[in-house]
């Protein structure tokens, strides 16, 4: 089984972090996203995968993810030239899969139980598509399936009287027969191939589409929230692990990670956090639900529920900043005293002087 990884998307509902960075290098527990799904891969066994880029991020990605080796996969780069939807992405790797079954999963899809169980139930029952199904509270805002036993029989996007709770999660397997479905679609009404569509044309023609259930969190990381909420979650997993210098004057509660080279000094660190290397905190609260990326530098602040990325400064903030995504090398300055809380979205390099 192979795998295709979709990284085209420009994640528009993230500017302008992703104005200079692809939306799937922001990381998660000071770990990009796409980084998640890779690992999640390897953990399944698939070793062969084709990653499907835009133009304007393709450089980014292929810097950071190299040939997979270190995830212990061979990765292929393959480019979308036009945005027009998933299953458009799909087909560009069609020569990538050729007649094998492969895996569809979204590069912006955090998963922590990974994808052994969609994989595993294609391997045994060997449908012509197997879903990834999720329980959710507001339907209205999902492509929901609807099921007759073990399986889905129609699909929905965005129904406004969904007659099922059941979300489709970005995680599917499919054999050769979505590219004949793919083959048959007309755009959308966004003008766009659709995904959903095929799968719905797959079940209309015949095929057999089965679905695993998911239990458990996952998140599409596509809006700020989603990331801070998928932080949050993925904080509150971590195991201890301390390689930096903590003085007398610095207590940690809670689960705490801290990078090789970083310096604690008269600080309160409030796990879960985790801490990146080369990080200085100094006369600071930190956490609880914080991640520091590298080199980031807190002084004479409050820091909580937020994703700090590499280089970013923040010194002398009266308030406490909170529920906050800061881009690299930010630097924020404030003048001291005021108990506000600050909710900021900045991106790469951006700098805000509170004085």
């Known amino acids: ?130 879903l990834t199904l999720a329980e959710v509270a507001e339907p209205s805002r999902y492509g929901i399936a609807e099921v007759d036993g073990e399986r889905v029989v129609r699909l929905v996007e965005k129904p406004p009287h969904p007659r099922s709770n059941l979300a489709v999660v970005g995680a599917y397997v499919f054999d050769h027969r979505i590219f004949e479905a793919i083959d048959r679609l007309r755009p959308s009404a966004r003008n766009e191939y659709e995904i959903t569509d095929a799968i719905q044309g797959l079940i209309d023609r015949g095929g057999s589409v089965r679905y695993h259930r998911l239990a458990g969190w996952w998140k599409d990381a596509g809006k700020p929230e989603d990331l801070l909420e998928a932080n949050r979650e993925l904080l509150a997993r971590l195991e201890p692990r301390i390689e930096g210098a903590i003085d007398e004057g610095s207590s940690i509660t809670g689960t705490a990670v801290i990078g090789a080279g970083s310096e604690i000094r008269h600080s309160r660190i409030v796990g879960p956090v985790v801490i990146g290397r080369g990080v200085h905190v100094a006369d600071a609260v930190v956490g609880p639900y914080v991640a520091l990326g590298d080199g980031a530098d807190v002084r004479e602040a409050h820091v909580e529920e937020s994703i700090v990325l590499a280089g970013a400064s923040i010194r002398h903030l009266g308030g406490r900043l909170c529920d906050s995504l800061l881009g690299r090398n930010v630097r924020l300055t404030g003048a001291g005293g005021g108990s506000e809380a600050l909710h900021l979205i900045v991106g790469d390099d951006g700098s805000v002087d509170f004085r």
């Not at 995968?49 to 980014?60: G, K, W």
């Not at 007649?99 to 994989?119: A, E, K, M, W």
């Open 1 to 130: 089984m192979k795998a295709i990884v979709l990284c085209a998307g420009r994640g528009t509902r993230l500017r302008p972090l992703t104005h200079s960075l692809a939306k799937h290098l922001i990381p998660v527990a000071n770990k990009p996203v796409l980084f998640h799904g890779l690992e999640n891969l390897a953990t399944a066994g698939l070793r062969d995968v084709a990653i499907v880029v835009n133009r304007e991020t393709r450089a980014q990605i292929e810097a950071a993810v190299g040939n997979g080796e270190r995830f212990g996969i061979a990765v292929t780069f393959l480019e979308q030239h036009q945005a027009l939807g998933l299953a458009h992405a799909v087909r560009c790797a069609r020569d990538f899969v050729g007649d094998d079954p492969f895996l569809l999963y979204l590069g912006d899809t955090i998963l922590p139980q990974g994808v052994g169980g969609v994989t595993e139930l294609f391997r045994r029952e060997r449908p012509n598509a197997v």
